[in-house]
């Protein structure tokens, strides 16, 4: 059954629910022939270490040694892997959308519970063929029974072969998926393309941005965050992903899109009136009403951007412009009303390149966000009653 990510309807993340996936951190995954020769080699090592005068005992521990380490050293490399790997359980919706569309869930759990049975099966082998070497006297038997658990533990191996490439490749997908943490808030950046997304997260984030690719777009993906009283706020782009018509999109980047609907705090629209992106003013407002049907529930905010481009300035400029620096200068401390820049229209917006407007947006966003928590029934922290 693949897991559908409307299956929860509008199911938020509590705190600490859930583990966080860092894709990054999953180490490699060996190939069947990487395998074999890791486990025969050190099997080798052990045999070789083998000391005993009398010649049968010598063989019969060095051929046991043979059979048990490489069962050993197998078995552990796949339960290695089959642990390292999140559990589709314990994932949180975000991951379980994007690893649907990206590796596929089915396949996921197919793969991982092969690895499993493998490790199991090869060490039925290991106790059985020990078994034999141990039970005889006679060292050709020895020899047979060690070629013989050689020989299906190979096999086994060969039949998971297919499944460490799977997993392999999919580790390589995996490991460009941007990390989000959904117990903390998320802002979900989108708009056209070229409209300034990208500048906007990186002039509102502290340190660095985590640079990711979903597998159906070649554009990149930013996550940044800022912290406020110690709470990081995280902020994720979207290209590719939103900027064109429903009727274009393909089934995985529907899904990819279903998750952003569950993770996002909220959604910042962003629009360029210069038209200096590309796409003339009509079309973002299509796309604005694209979004808004897509992300349901979530509270969607728009700004125009590239407020330094709009002629003339917008009127309160210089009024935000000094009381930001104020602030700054202060030591940005508490979390103060600004005022907002303001276009023409009376529409937020702010200047990605001048960095006018961004920390009275900053503090309107934590306010939304804090906000929306409070009122989230589902967000309360874990012991609390929903009604
Ligand atoms: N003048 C001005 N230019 C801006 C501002 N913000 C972004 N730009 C420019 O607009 C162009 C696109 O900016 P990006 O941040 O890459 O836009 P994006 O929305 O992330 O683009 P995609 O990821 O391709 O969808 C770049 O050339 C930026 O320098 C701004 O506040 N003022
Ligand atoms: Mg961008």
Redesign the pocket.
């Known amino acids: 059954m693949t897991p559908s990510v409307h299956e929860h309807g509008g199911f938020r993340v509590g705190w600490g629910r859930q583990m966080k996936v860092s894709w990054k951190s999953l180490p490699t995954v060996l190939l069947e022939d990487e395998i074999l020769d890791k486990a025969f080699s050190r099997a080798k090592k052990a045999a070789d270490r083998v000391e005993d005068q009398d010649r049968t005992f010598r063989v019969r521990k060095q051929l046991s040694r043979m059979v048990q380490t490489s069962a050993d050293v197998i078995s552990t490399q796949l339960l290695e892997t089959v642990n390292s790997w999140p559990s589709l359980d314990q994932s949180a919706q975000f991951d379980l959308a994007l690893i649907d569309a990206c590796v596929g869930c089915d396949e996921y759990r197919h793969h991982l519970s092969n690895l499993q049975w493998a490790a199991n099966q090869v060490m039925k082998v290991s106790s059985q063929n020990a078994k034999k070497i141990t039970r005889t006297a006679r060292t050709e038997l020895m020899h047979e029974a060690r070629k013989e658990a050689y020989g299906r533990i190979s096999s086994i191996v060969g039949q998971v072969s297919k499944s460490l490439l799977w997993l392999n490749e999919a580790r390589e997908t995996l490991k460009k998926l941007p990390t989000v943490d959904q117990s903390l808030p998320v802002i979900v950046v989108c708009?056209a393309?070229?409209?300034?997304?990208?500048?906007?997260i990186s002039a509102l984030s502290t340190g660095n941005m985590e640079v990711n690719h979903y597998p159906f777009t070649t554009?990149?993906i930013h996550v940044g965050h800022f912290t406020h009283r110690r709470l990081p706020y995280q902020m994720v782009?979207t290209?590719g992903l939103l900027?064109r018509p429903m009727v274009e999109r393909n089934a995985i980047e529907m899904q990819a899109i279903a998750a952003l609907e569950n993770i996002g705090s909220l959604v910042l629209f962003?629009i360029d009136k210069s038209e200096?992106?590309g796409t003339p003013l009509h079309e973002q407002m299509h796309l604005l009403e694209d979004v808004r049907s897509l992300l349901g529930d979530t509270p969607t905010i728009v700004v125009t951007?590239?407020?330094?481009?709009i002629q003339p300035r917008p009127s309160n400029w210089d009024e935000v412009k000094n009381t930001e620096n104020e602030w700054r200068n202060a030591g940005s401390i508490g979390t103060p009303k600004l005022p907002l820049l303001f276009d023409s229209e009376q529409i937020v917006t702010m200047?990605?390149?001048?960095n006018v407007g961004l920390d009275s947006m900053r503090l309107e966003i934590i306010r939304l966000v804090n906000q929306e928590w409070a009122t989230d029934p589902l967000q309360l922290p874990d012991g609390w009653h929903r009604e």
């Open positions: 708009g393309p070229n409209v300034g997304k990208s500048a906007f554009k990149q782009d290209p900027d962003l200096q992106c951007s590239k407020a330094d481009l200047s990605a390149i001048e």
